[in-house]
């Protein structure tokens, strides 16, 4: 679930922040690429007025923004009031132990409903975290805080379950039951992942454009607008030309620094390492996961993310589609390693390599398995590969 696994992240950002600098390496930790001049996913350097928002970013790029829409990522933050999976599920209800919960949704909008038998508490829900294919999770403001309710939607459920990272919290009266309180920290890291605009708490209720849409990636687009818009002026067209200094393209990183991109919000080797996190909860960071590899070896931009996801599209569902992106490295069935395919054939199967290549595992907590970016050859009865 991108919203939950965004929020796990969290956790291995703030530890970062407090591990102090790492040894020279060539991959950094999110913190320290976000030190550095220039834009990165997290980053929190502009104000508002810098931000366009897609539909600016539309007019030159239409085909792309449109497809865009589409996808889990532009997805990843709603206002409960678009939430399709409350629409659908207009009461959702859960109890453990004493408490029940209850998520209600009509015309007016979601209520979110916490009681014990004797007492109860309800708000509002504001934020919806996550499409809710994986599963949805969700914000409330009180009183100028905001809070992360005790529960969240997960789709292999169609239903409620404890939030992912609050299974053992100690539950000792109402007040931990409903929600946990985010600090102003905690808030605006939250939403850098899942919206572009970030500048501040507050941008949150003001000005932040939900799911990541262009400027997300690419930063902020008002300088690269009133560039084209001059060059418009005076040559009746955009120049075009191999870079623009205004903003940032992914696909022109080096394959290092693309894993590192992308682990911005996914947690990069050095965010995983900083922030001690072992076993299986590291599935939850395909860069930390992939540079794991065998493969990945000192990076190959055939195997970064955007070499099998490209972030404008819907991520496909089928396994047959990785195919080619194996075959860019090793050779098909039946031929002879080369230079250009200079990792052997399988020995076992031609097609739907990621099926036994990439297995898919369940975290506990998220009700959901997840394919392992750690590419190998899996045993029968292995322990889980560090």
């Known amino acids: 679930m991108a919203a939950i696994r965004s929020l796990r992240t969290l956790v291995f950002l ?12 060539a991959q950094l930790s999110t913190v320290e690429h976000a030190t550095k001049p220039g834009f990165w996913p997290t980053k929190v350097l502009h104000t508002p007025s810098e931000y366009v928002g897609s539909a600016v970013c539309a007019k030159c790029h239409n085909a792309i923004a449109v497809e865009q829409k589409t996808t889990p990522m532009a997805q990843s933050l709603l206002k409960v009031a678009s939430s399709e999976v409350l629409h659908r599920h207009p009461e959702l209800k859960f109890q453990v132990g ?8 009509t015309p007016a ?6 009681t014990d038998g004797e007492h109860g508490t309800s708000a509002p829900l504001v934020w919806a975290f996550g499409g809710g294919q994986v599963g949805q999770s969700y914000l409330f403001e009180r009183d100028g805080h905001w809070y992360e309710a005790h529960v969240s939607y997960f789709g292999s459920l169609e239903g409620l379950e404890i939030t992912p990272g609050r299974e053992s919290d100690p539950v000792r009266e109402m007040e931990s039951a409903v929600s946990r309180t985010l600090s102003s920290e905690d808030v605006v890291r939250c939403f850098k992942c899942h919206a572009a605009g970030v500048t501040s708490e507050r941008s949150i209720t003001t000005s932040i454009s939900p799911g990541i849409t262009c400027e997300a990636c690419h930063g902020p687009g008002s300088k690269h607008v009133a560039q084209k818009e ?5 040559t009746g067209g955009p120049v075009e030309s191999d870079g623009d200094a205004h903003m940032l393209n992914p696909g022109r990183l080096r394959p290092n620094d693309s894993v590192d991109f992308c682990g911005g919000c996914h947690a990069t080797t050095w965010d995983v390492r900083l922030a001690g996190k072992k ?46 992106k194996c075959l860019a490295c090793h050779a098909g069935a039946g031929q002879a390693v080369s230079a250009e395919h200079p990792q052997p054939a399988c020995k076992v199967g031609s097609t739907k390599c990621v099926t036994c290549h990439m297995p898919k595992m369940e975290v506990p907590g998220f009700h959901h398995a997840f394919p392992d970016h750690r590419i190998r050859i899996v045993r029968a009865g292995e322990p889980f590969p560090e």
């Open 98 to 105: 004493q408490y029940e919960y209850e998520i209600k949704t």
């Open 279 to 324: 076993g299986i909860e590291s599935l939850l960071s395909p860069p930390y996961r992939l540079e794991k590899s065998k493969c990945w070896g000192n990076g190959d931009e055939r195997l970064t993310c955007v070499a099998c996801h490209d972030p404008h599209t819907p991520r496909a569902r089928q396994a047959e589609y990785y195919d080619a």
């Open 109 to 114: 909008g979601s209520t979110y409903t916490v």
């Open 230 to 234: 001059n060059e418009i002026l005076a």
């Open 14 to 25: 703030s530890l970062a922040l407090l591990a102090g600098p790492t040894p020279a390496v």
